[in-house]
Structures are given as structure tokens and as C-alpha cells.
């Protein structure tokens, strides 16, 4: 057993140091400038080297297949895809259809006289409560009007984006999102999508990897394979301030409380996927406080334990005690919250998944899936949505 780890160290060693190499950075001189790095930001002259890459080290942390590590894919690897060979959805005279054609996806839509099909190049999601597919057509891309949801596992239409009927056959196929739109899409759901503030996707990896939310890692990795310490060529987002994390860093793609701000009608219903906004309602909700941060209750190398709504109670707890929280996990960080915020009431009814009465879970029209609200209140039946 020892004498592997002892292989295994002395491998990660050497594959550094050629990784070194081959990025021509063996001896990095300066550390590029991260302080105000974010997610979907580029750090000027330092280049990704995918998640591969950083699990020779940091194996533990990129094993774990998250939920957010397959929010893009191509649709050879897409699960949905491959255990659905065929999808159907009809729409008055249109029928969408999703079917395999060698190693590829076939999207396309007919209302009887004419049809319009193209491979399907990106998938959004994966698959677990939805999918939604972006096409090329014409050298634009668009967003495929039926997205899959596993609810009802087959086809509806993408939320936003029902037509009934649509105008035309162009319509039915898809929504024009190029531009600003592609660029923010990918930008979130893939890694290093962005070049000189341009979408490249011949450079995007998808799905949200290592560097999506660490920064571009090549002079981290030149750093270490040259005896350096690397820390201070790559990004920790946990020396962020609460507010900053959950605002500026976790919000920049799950939309925070100054992004939704500059909504129409604050999004609507759909604001309750906006966790980061929803958070910062919360009654009692302190900026400053760690408590509130989303990796409070949210470890983003995890996967989402979404069905065990009990797992949260000793977070929960952790604030609505008699007394200052005392609990072995605390960290000092949020002992000094404790001790500066009073402590809030118990609850008086139960002290066991506190979640289901107060993050209550909201049925998102067309979305086939309840999300939970994550402005944290005493939620009554029957009382409408607050914005």
C-alpha cells in the first residue's frame, strides 16, 4: 500500500514536470493577478489545461462526477441521448423528432411539406431533471424549442420558449441565440469558452471543470513542476468574503441579487432557480455572516444530495439554538459570526428537516420539476410566491 502511494507520488511528480515543460512556463516569474478573478473571467496570458490535468494532485476533489461537471456535453456522451435512440414530440402540424444517425444526434422538426435537421453539436444539462439542446444552423446557434425532461421523460418545450402553433417552420426549430446570450450560456456551462471576450467554442471544454471556478491552472501547474509553491498562482474562493462568494462569485453564473435586480418583473417565478438572489431575502439573512455563504451548506466538489432534505438540519441548527452554536464542524470563521449575531429562535414545532417547511419547494411551470426557494421563511400553504 505504501510503496504504491510512494509510485503514485513520484508519478504526479514527473507528470508536473513534463506538463511544465510542454506549457514552455517551467520557471513562472509572476504570479498572475487573481484578486478580483470570477467565474466566466479569462486571466490574461495564462492558459487552461483542463481538469485532467489538476486531478494528477488533486484527485479526490476531480473524481467526483457533480452535477455541474456535466451541465455541458456533446451528445456522444450525453446519457439521455444514448438511452433514448428515439424522441418524439408533437405540436399541432409539427413534429420534432430526436433520432441517431451513426455516431451523431439528429434534431429536427416538419410540419409535413418541408423539414429542418441538423446534428445536435451541444447539450445543456445532464439529464437528471432536464436537457436542452443548442444547434448550428447557418452558422448561428439556436436553441432547440423541445428540451427533455425526466419527470415525464421525453420531450416538452424548452421553458420560455412555447409556441402554440409556431408562426413558421424557422420559428419551430429554434431560438436565435447568438450573440451576448451564447456567450453567457457557455461561459457558465462550459470551461474556457471565452477568448479576448469572444466565445471560441474550439477551445470551450464542456461542463463546469477545475478551472471554472479556480482560474486558468497552466502556471499553477508550471509552478509545482518547478519546486515553486503554486498557491499564489491559482485561485481559492473560499478566501472570498460571505457576501462576495455568494454574491459576486457563486451569482455570477446562478444569478445574484443585483443581477435579477435588472430583470423585467425580477424574472418572475422563474427567480426561484436564482439561489444566490433568493438567499439574500431571507429574513434574518446577514451579509457578513459565513452561515449564509453557499458553501455553508453546498460543497460544489459533491454531487447534490437533493432527495435527504434532513442532511441540512445541523446548518439550520447551527443558527436557531438557545445558545451560541458550539458544534464540533463549526469553524472559527463562523464562531466569530456566532458570537457577533444573536442567536435565532428554536423552532418550536420540530427540529428535524427544517428545509421542507421553510426552503419550500416550487413547482416551475413547464419546467416538469419543483425547485427549492431558497429565501429562507416561514412558508404557509396556499400563500403566493414572493418575489
Known amino acids: 500500500m505504501i510503496f504504491h502511494m510512494r509510485i503514485s507520488r513520484l508519478t504526479a511528480c514527473l507528470l508536473l514536470i513534463s506538463m511544465a515543460r510542454a506549457f514552455g512556463q517551467s520557471q513562472p516569474e509572476h504570479a498572475p493577478d487573481f484578486s478580483h478573478f470570477r467565474p466566466r473571467q479569462e486571466i490574461p496570458g495564462v492558459s487552461f489545461v483542463g481538469s485532467a490535468v489538476c486531478s494528477a494532485c488533486h484527485l479526490a476533489k476531480a473524481k467526483s462526477q457533480t452535477s455541474m461537471a456535466r451541465a455541458l456535453s456533446t451528445a456522444a456522451e450525453s446519457r439521455v441521448l444514448q438511452n433514448h435512440p428515439r424522441m418524439t414530440f408533437q405540436a399541432g402540424a409539427y413534429l420534432y423528432e430526436i433520432v441517431p444517425d451513426g455516431h451523431q444526434s439528429i434534431y429536427r422538426v416538419t410540419d409535413g411539406k418541408e423539414t429542418i435537421s441538423e446534428p445536435?453539436?451541444?447539450?445543456?444539462?445532464?439529464?437528471?431533471?432536464?436537457?436542452?439542446?443548442?444547434?448550428?444552423?447557418?452558422?448561428?446557434?439556436?436553441?432547440?424549442?423541445?428540451?427533455?425532461?425526466?419527470?415525464?421523460?421525453?420531450l416538452d418545450w424548452t421553458i420560455g420558449d412555447a409556441l402554440n402553433p409556431p408562426p413558421s417552420l424557422q420559428e419551430a426549430f429554434g431560438r436565435d441565440i447568438s450573440g451576448d446570450e451564447a456567450r453567457n450560456c457557455f461561459s457558465c456551462h462550459g470551461t474556457a469558452a471565452v477568448v479576448n471576450d469572444k466565445l471560441q467554442l474550439d477551445h470551450m471544454v464542456p461542463g463546469v471543470g477545475c478551472e471554472s471556478c479556480h482560474g486558468p491552472g497552466a502556471q499553477h501547474i508550471a509552478a509545482m513542476g518547478a519546486g515553486k509553491k503554486g498557491a499564489g498562482y491559482i485561485f481559492n474562493p473560499r478566501k472570498l468574503d460571505p457576501d462576495t462568494l455568494s454574491q459576486e462569485f457563486c451569482g455570477a453564473c446562478h444569478r445574484s441579487a443585483d443581477a435579477v435586480g435588472m430583470m423585467p418583473n425580477l424574472g418572475g417565478i422563474n427567480n426561484v432557480r436564482?439561489?444566490?438572489?433568493?438567499?439574500?431575502?431571507?429574513?434574518?439573512?446577514?451579509?457578513?455572516?459565513?452561515?449564509?455563504?453557499?458553501?455553508?451548506?453546498?460543497?460544489?466538489?459533491?454531487?447534490?444530495?437533493?432527495?435527504?432534505?434532513?442532511?441540512?438540519?445541523?446548518?439550520?441548527?447551527?443558527c436557531h439554538t438557545a445558545r451560541a452554536p458550539a458544534?464540533?464542524?463549526?469553524?472559527?470563521?463562523?464562531?466569530?459570526?456566532?458570537?457577533?449575531?444573536?442567536?435565532?429562535k428554536p423552532c418550536p414545532v420540530r427540529s428535524d428537516n427544517c428545509v421542507s417547511c421553510h426552503m419550500p419547494k416550487v413547482d416551475l411551470p413547464g419546467a416538469h420539476f419543483k425547485f427549492t426557494d431558497h429565501r429562507i421563511r416561514i412558508a404557509r400553504d396556499g400563500e403566493p410566491y414572493p418575489f
Not at 122 to 148: C, H, I, M, P, W
Open 274 to 318: 436564482f439561489q444566490p438572489y433568493r438567499i439574500a431575502l431571507s429574513r434574518g439573512h446577514n451579509s457578513n455572516d459565513p452561515r449564509f455563504a453557499c458553501i455553508a451548506c453546498h460543497d460544489p466538489h459533491v454531487p447534490l444530495d437533493g432527495a435527504l432534505s434532513s442532511s441540512y438540519d445541523s446548518k439550520c441548527i447551527e
Open 327 to 344: 458544534h464540533a464542524s463549526t469553524t472559527a470563521q463562523t464562531k466569530t459570526a456566532a458570537q457577533e449575531s444573536p442567536a435565532a
Open 120 to 154: 445536435i453539436p451541444y447539450v445543456f444539462g445532464d439529464g437528471n431533471t432536464a436537457q436542452t439542446y443548442v444547434l448550428r444552423r447557418n452558422g448561428k446557434l439556436y436553441e432547440g424549442r423541445v428540451s427533455y425532461y425526466s419527470a415525464i421523460d421525453g
